[in-house]
């Protein structure tokens, strides 16, 4: 199985543009699907974005997801930040049926 | 809506059993690949099994194989996870969660489960 590595924590203050990687270390990244979860503070994680780049219904146009083949890795970009954004990020992938998470990254918006 | 109501958490002690169950709604269940997936406290999120639709493909986690085991009832909408030889490490909210397309979603709320003495 492969692991997906994420920064520990971001920080970035409102209005500003943020993006947290998840980096896969063994195999394609373009091999299988990247998802985003979002992780509020006390809450269950919802999904930001599905197979690399596609928004869930509700879920505002400042997320948006991409992968890069050259530094093998996943992306999920906020755009407009809001205080409302400050939560732990996820991102997750899979391999002959197994589902693998990255560590998380926690986003602070000051 | 989609929704998803875990139950079945508790305080048990190391060694004990415990069943978990999740009650689906706002979709056709036995469409759909389901998983469970736990969160030790502060800690990120572990995949630990899922199980086809029809209940004939399930999966584990190395962390879990053996010791936990998941089921569903199509007719009852529902979902299961039986878990055996419970350790302190198994302390965390556990989650149903629905496979949609390639993504998980929606989860549910969770449920606590504490293995202490």
């Known amino acids: 199985n492969f692991m997906l590595t994420q920064p520990h924590s971001v920080s970035e203050s409102p209005g500003k543009t943020v993006t947290i990687s998840c980096t896969r270390n063994?195999?394609?990244?373009?091999?299988?699907?990247v998802q985003w979860y979002q992780q509020r503070p006390g809450s269950s994680p919802t999904t930001v974005i599905y197979?690399?780049?596609?928004?869930p219904s509700g879920v505002p146009d400042r997320f948006s997801g991409s992968i890069d083949r050259s530094s093998n890795s996943a992306s999920l970009t906020i755009s407009g930040l809001k205080t409302e954004d400050e939560a732990d990020y996820y991102c997750q992938s899979y391999d002959t049926g197994n589902q693998v998470f990255g560590g998380g990254t926690k986003l602070t918006v000051l | 809506q989609v929704q998803l109501v875990e139950s079945g958490g508790g305080l048990v002690k190391p060694g004990a059993s415990l069943r978990l169950s999740c009650a689906a709604s706002?979709?056709?269940?036995?469409?759909?690949?389901m998983n469970w997936i736990r969160q030790a406290p502060g800690k990120g999120l572990e995949w630990l099994s899922h199980i086809s639709g029809s209940g004939d493909n399930i999966k584990y986690a190395d962390s879990v194989k053996g010791r936990f085991t998941i089921s569903r009832d199509n007719a009852e909408n529902s979902l299961y996870l039986q878990m055996n030889s419970l350790r302190a490490e198994d302390t965390a909210v556990y989650y149903c969660?629905?496979?949609?397309?390639?993504?998980?979603?929606?989860w549910g709320q969770g449920t606590l489960v504490t293995v202490s003495s």
């Open positions: 706002g979709f056709t269940f036995s469409d759909h690949y």
């Open positions: 969660v629905r496979d949609f397309r390639t993504a998980l979603l929606p």
């Open positions: 197979e690399d780049d596609q928004r």
């Open positions: 063994s195999g394609s990244i373009a091999s299988n699907y």
